[in-house]
T-cell receptor, first 115, second 114 residues
Framework: KAGVTQTPRYLIKTRGQQVTLSCSPI?????VSWYQQTPGQGLQFLFE???????NKGNFPGRFSGRQFSNSRSEMNVSTLELGDSALYLC??????????????FGEGSWLTVV | GNSVTQMEGPVTLSEEAFLTINCTYT??????LFWYVQYPGEGLQLLLK?????DKGSNKGFEATYRKETTSFHLEKGSVQVSDSAVYFC?????????????FGTGTRLLVSP
């Protein structure tokens, strides 16, 4: 069974540009969430989607957005990039957010560098 | 609120030494608890989990027991290998009626020397 797949793995963008990251969850998983990892702030929750609906959003500015498609694939977008957006962006999937014992699996991440 | 506290790293050990990485949590309700591991340049891999009090999660020689009375989930391994060198994250999972999310500790870097 294929794991969580994220593309692209590495990218460099200029301040002010926008970026779109893509995530394909594990087959059959309908919950997709995104996390940002930085040396200073650690791992922080961005948002979660289930059946194309955003269920929860972390404490990030409106420049960070996402969506989920009917096949559960998800994208996140960051507009007007700032240097501080440089981070590893991790996508995670799980079968059903309602089960407490449900495991969340992570992809390899997308490394974003803003210059 | 919900939070996870991990011991500061790096933890430096010789091969075959005993490992303990402390993790305590604060949570409303009864969260599930996880340990994830991150190797250099990679994403997070699930190491083990426990979903209720007194559960013991185990995998690849690593173990952790969900202790509700001490709100702890310490990671242990009896004999570490050089290949265990990585960053270890303790996390709790919040499940609400409408969503789920993981709250992570700051991570503990483990360095194992031959």
């Amino acid at each position: 069974k294929a794991g969580v797949t994220q593309t692209p793995r590495y990218l460099i963008k200029t301040r002010g540009q926008q970026v779109t990251l893509s995530c394909s969850p594990i087959s059959g998983h309908r919950s997709v969430s995104w996390y940002q990892q930085t040396p200073g702030q650690g791992l922080q929750f961005l948002f979660e989607y289930f059946s194309e609906t955003q269920r929860n959003k972390g404490n990030f500015p409106g420049r960070f957005s996402g969506r989920q498609f009917s096949n559960s694939r998800s994208e996140m977008n960051v507009s007007t990039l700032e240097l501080g957006d440089s981070a590893l962006y991790l996508c995670a999937s799980s079968a059903d957010f309602r089960a407490s014992g449900n495991t969340i699996y992570f992809g390899e991440g997308s490394w974003l560098t803003v210059v | 609120g919900n939070s996870v506290t991990q011991m500061e790293g790096p933890v430096t050990l010789s091969e075959e030494a005993f490992l303990t990485i402390n993790c305590t949590y604060t949570a409303t309700g009864y969260p599930s608890l996880f340990w994830y591991v991150q190797y250099p340049g990679e994403g997070l891999q699930l190491l083990l989990k426990a979903t209720k009090a007194d559960d013991k999660g185990s995998n690849k020689g690593f173990e952790a027991t969900y202790r509700k009375e001490t709100t702890s989930f310490h990671l242990e391994k009896g004999s570490v290998q050089v290949s265990d060198s990585a960053v270890y994250f303790c996390a709790l999972k919040i499940v609400n009626t409408g969503f789920q999310k993981l709250v992570f500790g700051t991570g503990t870097r483990l360095l194992v020397s031959p």
